[in-house]
């Protein structure tokens, strides 16, 4: 009933840039919370950075200052654009939307995950 697409991930050097797109689709009503999430290898997926739909944000310590959150409701996208990136950010990147579906049920949806690489 509802697909997130996420793209923008990939491989670039400490200190570069990267943007992560996250579009929705379906029965979608109306978007709530969007969020973004990453999980490192042998460790728990984590919260990175959220919005509200009234645009309030919200971000984890070590992206503080780095990361920008934001959104498109008209296109039902959310962005995350990091820049000063740290071999620490190296994660797989998700994508998270609470939302009401047409039926006027909630539901909550995960993205396919996108690969983000930070080289030293």
């Known amino acids: 009933q509802v697909q997130l697409v996420e793209s923008g991930g990939g491989l670039v050097q400490a200190g570069g840039s990267l943007r992560l797109s996250c579009a929705a689709s379906?029965?979608?009503?109306?978007?709530?919370?969007m969020g973004w999430y990453r999980q490192a290898p042998g460790k728990q997926r984590e919260l990175v950075a959220a919005?509200?739909?009234?645009?309030?944000?919200n971000y984890a310590d070590p992206v503080k200052g780095r990361f920008t959150i934001s959104r498109d409701n008209a296109k039902k996208t959310v962005y995350l654009q990091m820049n000063s990136l740290k071999p620490e950010d190296t994660a797989v990147y998700y994508c998270?939307?609470?939302?009401?579906?047409?039926?006027?049920?909630?539901?909550?949806?995960w993205g396919q995950g996108t690969q983000v690489t930070v080289s030293s």
């Open positions: 998270n939307v609470d939302l009401t579906l047409l039926t006027m049920k909630w539901g909550n949806y």
């Open positions: 379906g029965s979608i009503y109306t978007i709530n919370a």
């Open positions: 919005i509200t739909s009234g645009s309030s944000t």
